[in-house]
């Protein structure tokens, strides 16, 4: 029989028939059921995809039962050789027509519902999820929480800290733009804006788009991906710098003065506005955040050599 792998979209319906079959079998061993495990933790989508084949499967085998006309000459009467164990079908057939049954069998569940949860500039909540972990968002952030399903996050804007709680239950997954990540156990950071997505990790371990190029972030990895481009750019980084806002500073290697920008507003609650030829300069050091927003704004102009104006409730930084 084919060993179960393919972790690409298309091929997750056939992966989770060809384990309902060989799970199935009297010869699977416990390191089957040991291999099945490790699979269904690497994605939500895998345990998902798993239950529909098990419907399927129970669907299929009523239908059968009332449709099949009776065997001639079974002592077990009925259809009952045709629906034992789907004897029938060998191990490759069986998984082809569950899948087929996946995908054509009128029981796809219902998208899950969010709830949507939104703080202004300059404010800061903190979310309680069931599992113990919990989500600490940032100013100008606008999360999505699955009301059903609180291993599923969605980030639409803004910057949240996630504290994941160790546990047995499904990881946790963040969805944020184009990039998914799943986690179990561990602290990571996420900003989105300005149409760049930032990811550091303080403690344990995440993976990024866990079905397509799986990127593992251990403590100390970031990642800057600017959406659209589908490139990853990964960087070391302080660990104790992925959450420092929540300590009153921000920490940057490399970042455009924009970036800046954005993180003040976020975290100020005041409108920061760069001129063109500041837009694109780089900044690599530590923003404190304690003092007065005018302040704050002032330094991190300077520190990026140039200036802070006023601009009516907000502010504008300038190119020396």
Same mark, same amino acid.
């Given at each position: ?57 129970? /669907?299929?085998?009523? $239908? ?6 009776? &065997?001639?000459?079974?002592?077990? =009467?009925?259809? %009952? @050789? #045709? ?65 059903? /399903?609180?291993?599923? $996050? ?6 949240? &800290?996630?504290?994941?709680?160790? =546990?047995?239950? %499904? @990881? #946790? ?77 921000? &920490? ?69």
């Amino acid at each position: 029989m084919t060993e179960p792998s393919a972790n690409d979209d298309g091929g997750i319906p056939t992966t989770a028939a060809t384990w309902f079959v060989r799970l199935a079998e009297a010869d699977a061993k416990e390191s089957h059921w040991e291999e099945f495990t490790t699979w269904l933790e690497q994605d939500p989508r895998h345990s998902r995809a798993y239950e529909r084949v098990c419907e399927a499967d129970s /669907d299929l085998l009523e $239908v059968m039962a009332n449709r099949l006309p009776e &065997a001639a000459n079974d002592d077990g =009467g009925g259809v %009952a @050789p #045709l629906l034992r164990r789907r004897g029938f079908l060998g191990g490759a057939m069986a998984a082809v027509a569950l899948v087929a049954a996946v995908f054509l069998w009128p029981t796809a569940p219902d998208p899950p519902s969010f709830e949507t949860i939104r703080t202004a500039a300059g404010e800061v909540r903190s979310i309680s999820l069931a599992n113990g972990s919990r989500i600490e968002l940032n100013g100008g952030t606008h999360l999505e929480l699955a009301s059903e /399903d609180a291993s599923l $996050v969605r980030l639409i804007e803004g910057e949240a &800290a996630f504290y994941v709680a160790r =546990g047995d239950g %499904a @990881p #946790l997954t963040v969805e944020v733009g184009d990039l998914t990540l799943v986690d179990r156990g561990t602290v990571f950071n996420v900003v989105r804006g300005g149409g760049w997505i930032r990811v550091g990790v303080a403690e344990g371990e995440i993976v990024a788009n866990p079905g397509r190029e799986a990127v593992s972030l251990p403590a100390g990895r970031s990642l800057r991906f600017a959406e659209g481009s589908g490139r990853f750019a990964l960087e070391r980084t302080d660990p104790t710098n992925v959450t420092g806002w929540r300590q009153g500073r921000l &920490a940057y290697r490399d970042a455009p003065a924009s970036m800046v920008a954005a993180d003040l507003a976020r975290n100020l609650g005041v409108d920061v506005a760069v001129e063109d030829e500041l837009t694109s300069r780089r900044f690599t050091g530590v923003i404190q955040l304690t003092g007065e927003p005018s302040t704050i704004i002032s330094t991190s102009a300077g520190l990026m050599e140039g200036r802070a104006v006023r601009d009516g409730d907000g502010w504008r930084l300038l190119a020396d």
